[in-house]
């Protein structure tokens, strides 16, 4: 599955294999009972994060990895975000630490 990332003027296109979206349920529900807790979102605490936030704070996860070159977090990110929000081909991603900005675009119906 193709995903283009966004990050100020760069562009990149990633392949997330099928078969770890299909595959990471472990992975994903373990993410998840994390999330249940609440996450610090930027400079707000969210006690019980939607599917929007929990994606924006995968992006966030991305972006750490691409910063450490942690390619193998970075692939699971990316397959946690396809999961949850089906359709998205693209990632905007803000490098400012504002997570609340992360925005996603899916695929246009034809």
């Not at 009972?33 to 929990?54: C, E, F, I, T, Y």
Request: aromatic content about 8%; charged content about 30%.
């Amino acid at each position: 599955m193709k995903l283009k990332i966004y990050v100020e003027d760069r562009v990149e296109e990633f392949e997330i294999p099928g078969q770890l979206v299909e595959q990471g349920e472990d992975f994903f529900n373990k993410m998840d009972a994390d999330l249940d807790k609440g996450w610090q979102m930027s400079h707000v605490w969210v006690d019980k994060p939607n599917q929007l936030q929990r994606c924006q704070i995968a992006a966030d996860k991305m972006m750490s990895a691409i910063h450490n070159e942690n390619e193998k977090m970075f692939m699971l990110m990316g397959a946690y975000i396809l999961k949850n929000k089906p359709g998205t081909e693209e990632i905007h991603l803000d490098n400012t630490g504002e997570i609340h900005t992360i925005d996603f675009i899916e695929k246009k119906n034809a």
